[in-house]
């Protein structure tokens, strides 16, 4: 059935005005309360021990060699990789 | 004739190739498919590689440049090629196998790509980054394209009785001109798979001018529609029944761990199921986890507001004084005096010395994080030996030996199914979430998703390093640059593997360091220790980005000083059209790349600095308040020049309106991906340069979001970058797009700020520089 062109041009101007409606309503409206969850900037219950650490400097290093066996071997590994094919 | 198509240029690659037929049963079922033919290359370590030898037979598993692909043709002509290479938006998911199916005749829009998972005895070596897929990949792929050619052409030859030489697969079927007759793929997969393997001595690559994919630029990425329409599946996605959540609370310095924690009060956050402890490692610990506490929900919103319910107490260990500002003093300290001399030709000091004039740049950068558009993910089901992961990863087998190292399981019996990345720029080849994941699996005995907040990713994460480039460069009484002395001073990419770590490694000095290629005569290179105190990792071309800073902003300095053209003095120090050489290097690291197949050639960086004035109007007229500025760089492999123009506001305003970049890049495969990818650089350039700054206060990240860590909206981005890509030359071997884009855009910005201000920018970010 053909579609009655008249009868499409009404409907659709009615959405229009529909649409137009809840925009005006919309913004009189106030947003709903947000219900995202955001990460606190700063986690509220966690806190340092003081700490006796020196400043940091570039000539003091201040890592530790890996006592667990594999892991060490992970950082030898890893260590030779870098040093030869750069990743 | 070019290397692609040329026999006798391709001999010492066809020795070391094999192409198996594997028409197995499990493996069709594998890529669920009933019937058909499926082709395999083994893996196998050889010395030599096509005309051009690449650095691909020294990656770890495989010595290989070929991977194994698995190249399926289902009865109904369905080809399945499988992408080995992690996606994370280079597009090398679809360019790998758009270049075995450009070989084999297959009409792209009858291939379906399948994502491998992590094997690399398998498929080779899978660490997606160094801008190396292509390079080392493009003649493999070549090669199981033809491979797959041939056999189907064979089999339609027996078929028909005719000779070999008298049918030819065009565009999904196998014809025989002279009878008219022909026939799909689909219909000849199951006599294709009886055929011999060809020897590869017998291969026959397609004449690039026959190419209908490779090089046009037309093939959109395989994955478009789903990322453009949402349905795309990355690592947060992935759901599997009864999948728990869970986020940690990690050691907010770099070395510390859990003192105590209280988690009673997490525990009453409705949702929240366990609250845990997690292992950690002490510093450094290649890519293992920080340890701290999991809360562990049933849905991540649960998990969170459970973490922010936590009482931890931190000991924050020996980094606990790490302070940016102090530390920045240090950095500038130590550049002002003698270190590890890593280059050295001529006599720089006795140079320095008799100078008509010295011009001495310092330039800092601080440092920087990923930020990737998608934080780090990881899912794990874990049970009794056998580990799955799924996880957005650049190094799926990587990733599958270090979870299976930390579990004490047998490599074989962890699968690592690689999802896309929504980014990685480096942050996601090092697996620590993947190996939380699986930690937390293996307590909980249920799968469980660990998902990083960008509060965790920006804090918690494998920062490029900080660091304080000086050079000091000595005139004559005309103006010639006749000593170079580039002290860089950086905590090293090593510290992340060894204790103890004060100097950068060849790979990380050979990234604009050693390898600059001006023609002067009296050159040093230094060195100065530099102790990290947080955990660095790889950026997106990495160590280039402060050398490029620094030298290119070097040079337009010098042109300043001398009443010279910038480019014109670029040009100039560049010099004369020839291959450098760099005797006193003693590791010259060539981004892993054999320097006879890739050398610092500077007639092709003096290529793109001309393309680029050229085409980007150097010198042409702007308005007030704007400026030009030019910079060049090679960085894997690459060659590349960039023009940025500015326009700076009588408040300080800064917009770009237009960037133009030259690139070099050799034999290319997928135009549309470079320009994606200089695009993109220009993106990421902006966003370091105007903004990038990770600054410590005791020892903590100060920064946490986009609020304080912000990448360029899109009112600040570039409103036009143009690229031009040079043609390659009959021999010239492909080499990296991903990343080489980014180095020169930070000094090309910031000369450009100087032509339009009369400022000179030397400490990055800009921040609040340009206000007035």
């Known amino acids: ?87 | 004739m070019n290397i692609l198509t040329n026999p006798k240029k391709l001999r010492g690659f066809e020795r070391y190739v094999k192409v198996d037929n594997v028409s197995r049963r499990s493996i069709l079922k594998g890529l669920g498919l009933a019937g058909g033919f499926v082709l395999a290359a083994p893996v196998m370590s050889r010395p030599a590689l096509a005309a051009y030898q690449t650095g691909a037979d020294k990656m770890p598993h495989g010595t290989v440049v070929d991977p194994r692909v698995f190249v399926a043709i289902a009865p109904d002509g369905i080809v399945t090629i499988v992408a080995h290479r992690a996606e994370m938006g280079t597009g090398v998911r679809t360019s790998l196998p758009m270049i075995v199916a450009e070989e084999m005749e297959a009409d792209w829009s009858r291939v379906r790509v399948q994502q491998a998972h992590g094997d690399e005895v398998k498929f080779g070596n899978q660490d997606t980054d160094g801008s190396r897929s292509t390079r080392h990949y493009l003649m493999p792929m070549r090669q199981i394209g033809a491979s797959a050619r041939t056999m189907l052409e064979t089999a339609a030859a027996k078929r028909w009785g005719v000779p070999a030489t008298e049918v030819k697969a065009v565009n999904h079927e196998v014809v025989h001109s002279a009878s008219g007759r022909r026939i799909g793929f689909g219909d000849l997969a199951a006599d294709a798979a009886k055929q011999s393997v060809p020897s590869v001595e017998g291969l026959k690559l397609k004449d690039p001018k026959d190419f209908r994919y490779l090089g046009k630029g037309q093939i959109s990425m395989v994955d478009l529609r789903d990322i453009t329409v949402g349905t795309a599946r990355y690592g947060a996605d992935v759901r599997l029944a009864g999948m728990k959540y869970a986020v940690i609370a990690r050691p907010p310095v770099t070395g510390g761990k859990v003192a105590s924690f209280d988690g009673a009060a997490a525990m009453k956050v409705s949702g929240v199921e366990k609250v845990m402890e997690v292992k950690g490692w002490p510093w450094p610990s290649k890519f293992q986890p920080l340890g701290g506490v999991a809360v562990i929900a049933r849905n991540t919103g649960a998990a969170i507001k459970g973490r922010d319910a936590l009482k931890i107490v931190w000991d924050d260990g020996a980094n606990g004084k790490y302070e940016s500002v102090a530390y920045r003093a240090q950095l500038e300290e130590a550049a002002r005096k003698p270190g590890l001399v890593v280059r050295k030709e001529g006599d720089v000091e006795a140079a320095l010395k008799g100078a008509d004039k010295v011009i001495i740049g310092e330039y800092y950068l601080p440092h920087l994080a990923h930020v990737a558009m998608e934080p780090p993910v990881a899912v794990a089901d874990v049970k009794g030996d056998k580990a799955e992961i799924w996880a957005p990863v650049q190094s799926a087998g990587g990733t599958r030996e270090d979870v299976a190292k930390t579990l004490g399981i047998p490599e074989g019996n962890v699968t690592v199914n690689v999802t896309l990345l929504g980014g990685g720029f480096g942050r996601k080849s090092k697996c620590d979430y993947a190996i939380e994941a699986a930690l937390l699996s293996k307590e909980v005995g249920a799968p469980v998703k660990v998902q990083w907040t960008r509060e965790d990713d920006v804090r918690n994460g494998f920062l490029h390093t900080v660091s304080v480039e000086r050079i000091e460069a000595g005139l004559d009484k005309n103006g010639k640059v006749t000593a170079w002395r580039h002290r860089s001073v950086a905590p090293s990419i090593a510290s992340t593997f060894a204790a103890g770590t004060v100097h950068q490694a060849p790979f990380e000095l050979g990234m604009g360091l050693v390898d600059m290629p001006f023609e002067i005569a009296n050159v040093q290179c230094e060195n100065p220790e530099a102790a990290a105190h947080t955990r660095i990792g790889w950026f997106r071309s990495v160590s280039n980005i402060p050398r490029a800073f620094a030298v290119q902003s070097m040079v337009a300095e010098i042109a300043l000083a001398t009443k010279r053209d910038p480019k014109d003095m670029l040009l100039e120090l560049i010099g004369s059209p020839r291959i450098v050489k760099l005797d006193s290097v003693k590791d010259l690291w060539n981004y892993g790349e054999p320097y006879d197949s890739y050398p610092i050639d500077t007639a092709r960086l003096r290529k793109v600095v001309e393309l680029v004035a050229d085409k980007g109007g150097w010198g042409r007229s702007v308005p007030k308040g704007h400026g030009l500025g030019i910079a060049a760089h090679r960085s894997f492999v690459s060659y590349i020049a960039t023009i940025v123009e500015v326009a700076v506001d009588d408040k300080g305003k800064l917009t770009v309106p237009r960037v133009d970049t030259a690139i070099d890049c050799g034999t290319y495969v997928n135009p549309e991906r470079i320009q994606s990818q200089i695009e993109g650089a220009a993106i990421m350039g902006m966003s370091l340069v105007k903004h990038g700054a990770i600054t410590f206060k005791d020892g903590k990240v100060q920064q946490g979001n986009f609020d304080d860590f912000p990448v360029i909206r899109i009112d600040e981005s570039p409103a036009v970058t143009n690229v031009y890509i040079v043609p390659p030359g009959p021999d010239t071997p492909p080499s990296g797009v991903g990343e080489p884009g980014v180095p020169p855009f930070a000094p090309a910005l910031i000369n450009a700020i100087f032509a339009a201000t009369g400022k000179r920018i030397r400490a990055l970010p800009i921040g609040k520089q340009l206000e007035a």
């Not at chain 1, 409606?21 to 700063?42: L, N, V």
């Open chain 1, 1 to 87: 059935m053909k579609p009655n062109a008249t009868a499409l041009a009404v409907s659709l101007l009615s959405s229009a005005l529909l649409l137009h409606a809840q925009a005006a309503t919309a913004q009189t409206t106030s947003p709903p309360s947000a219900t995202a969850t955001r990460p606190a900037t700063t986690p509220p219950g966690q806190s340092s021990m003081p700490s006796d650490a020196p400043p940091a400097t570039t000539t003091q290093t201040t890592g530790e060699a890996s006592r667990d066996p594999v892991v060490k071997k992970m950082n030898e590994d890893e260590k030779q990789k870098v040093e030869t094919k750069g990743k």
